[in-house]
């Protein structure tokens, strides 16, 4: 592990403004038996183009494109390597050149990263990142298989063959450490779980009480049935371009900043690091949390935070110029593919001061509307459903939050799902008691993009750029 340089430190500077202009996705399902690979990315490709109130003909956005980035979990689901030129060929895109983008369940957020580079650089002016999963050609059994083998096979992979078997002693450690409400981790689920029910792409939404969750079976103690995302088969994209093709294309782009950061497989061995400190924060603030951490034999970041997404927000909003994230982001689009991850982010992006992530739930300021105040929520998180309530397949996981916060800036939330007729497109209903979860002329807003037990991280910053 690297003992930070000045170097180290260096927020990014890019040559060139990035923007987002565009996005699109599938719904998300957990078997999509009816539509290959190829078909599932076109479903995300033709919204992008078709409607998002592009100022071209979709033709003719098409014929923008400079350069394609891809990402996808695992070749082993569909049994096809290379995958990415397969997609590819059928968008129609060749020969434009494109690249593959594997970093487990960062991958959509990496993907990003990778294709804003391109802009970034000038090596493109138009470039599509586009991301899918296909893990429905396989038993869940076999699937956790898969996703597992992500992990440290030294460390991690001797706890079981299965993700919420890793997280399962993250989030014992984090309730001993903090003294952890569990109903705290059962609110997370029941509140993102509520949000997918408004959202016609959502795979696994629902109505449920925090009792409802806490009865639930035990997947991997102490974490629950609800408290675990499912695996899913869809795909999503965005498209990123430069200023002067992002006014010609739309007249609501947004900018973007991103940045991500690694850490360690080997989540038992992390050895201890001074905290990097979030523009808001000061030494000061962890003297206690320090004192507590050698009282408990503890280290940061140890079993209880991920470094990697402490790293990623700490470069984002160097380069967003984010001062204060309760105060600066209007919505925020967590990885919670458990609601332990979820809590742990809370206080890696800063949203509250490590040690302190409950009283973020505790106190309303992630719901919409703050069901202790009556008023708005300070920052909400994950109105999409998230993972545990829309989707995790995760090649395009982070593109689909980046793109979910990307429509809230633009208003559009409604648009994309409040319309009746694109819940029929996916052969449902909409709710009667379907109800709008816009926020109300939101600047900025964060996602975070998560892999594994915190290998890879990538923080994104969209802000309206109008």
């Known amino acids: 592990m690297i003992k930070f340089g000045k170097g180290n430190l260096r927020i990014p500077k890019w040559e060139r403004d990035v923007y987002v202009v565009a996005a699109g996705m599938s719904d998300f399902r957990k078997h999509y038996p009816e539509k290959k690979i190829e078909e599932l990315t076109m479903m995300a490709f033709r919204m992008l183009l078709e409607e998002n109130d592009l100022k071209m003909d979709p033709l003719e956005v098409k014929g923008l494109i400079n350069f394609a980035a ?64 296909r893990m429905d050609e396989v038993d869940t059994w076999v699937g956790n298989y898969y996703i597992a083998s992500a992990a440290c096979k030294d460390f991690e992979t001797r706890l079981a063959r299965n993700y919420a078997s890793y997280y399962a002693p993250m989030a014992r450690r984090f309730q001993e450490m903090y003294n952890v409400d569990e109903r705290v981790r059962a609110e997370i689920a029941v509140k993102n779980r509520y949000n997918a029910y408004m959202s016609p792409f959502a795979q696994q939404p629902g109505k449920h009480t925090i009792e409802e969750v806490l009865e639930g ?3 991997s103690d102490p974490l629950r049935f609800l408290e675990c995302c499912a695996m899913s088969v869809g795909s999503a994209a965005v498209l990123l371009c430069n200023e002067e093709l992002a006014y010609k294309l739309s007249d609501k782009p947004a900018k973007l900043f991103t940045a991500g950061g690694s850490h360690t497989l080997r989540t038992g061995d992390r050895r201890h690091m001074e905290i990097p400190l979030l523009p808001n924060e000061k030494a000061s603030d962890y003297e206690k949390f320090y004192a507590e951490m050698k009282e408990n034999d503890g280290r940061w970041p140890g079993f209880e935070s991920f470094a990697a997404a402490r790293f990623a927000a700490y470069l984002t909003y160097g380069m967003a110029g984010i ?25 890696d992006v800063g949203l509250t001061l490590y040690g302190e992530e409950q009283e973020y739930i505790k106190s309303g300021d992630c719901y919409l509307n703050n069901p202790k105040t009556g008023k708005p929520g300070r920052c909400p998180s994950n109105l999409s459903g998230g993972l545990l309530g829309t989707m995790h397949a995760v090649g395009c996981t982070g593109i689909f939050s980046a793109s979910e916060v990307f429509w809230q800036l633009q208003g559009k939330y409604d648009k994309f799902h409040g319309d009746a007729k694109m819940w029929e497109r996916y052969g449902k209903t909409k709710p009667a008691d379907w109800e709008s979860l816009q926020v109300k002329d939101p600047r900025r807003g964060l996602y975070v993009s998560h892999a594994g037990v915190g290998s890879h991280v990538t923080c994104g910053v969209i802000e309206k750029a109008w």
């Open 70 to 133: 891809y990402g996808e979990f695992a070749d082993h689901f569909q049994d096809q390597l290379l995958c990415e030129s397969k997609v590819h060929d059928y968008l129609g895109l060749d020969p434009l050149f494109n690249v593959g983008v594997k970093t487990g369940g960062a991958t959509g957020g990496s993907n990003i990263l990778v294709a804003a580079s391109t802009v970034a650089s000038g090596l493109s002016d138009c470039t599509l990142a586009l991301g899918w999963e």
């Open 217 to 219: 079976k035990i997947v």
């Open 323 to 347: 001062k204060d994230p309760m105060e600066d982001l209007d919505l925020v689009e967590t990885h919670d593919a458990f609601t332990i991850s979820d809590l742990q982010t809370y206080g």
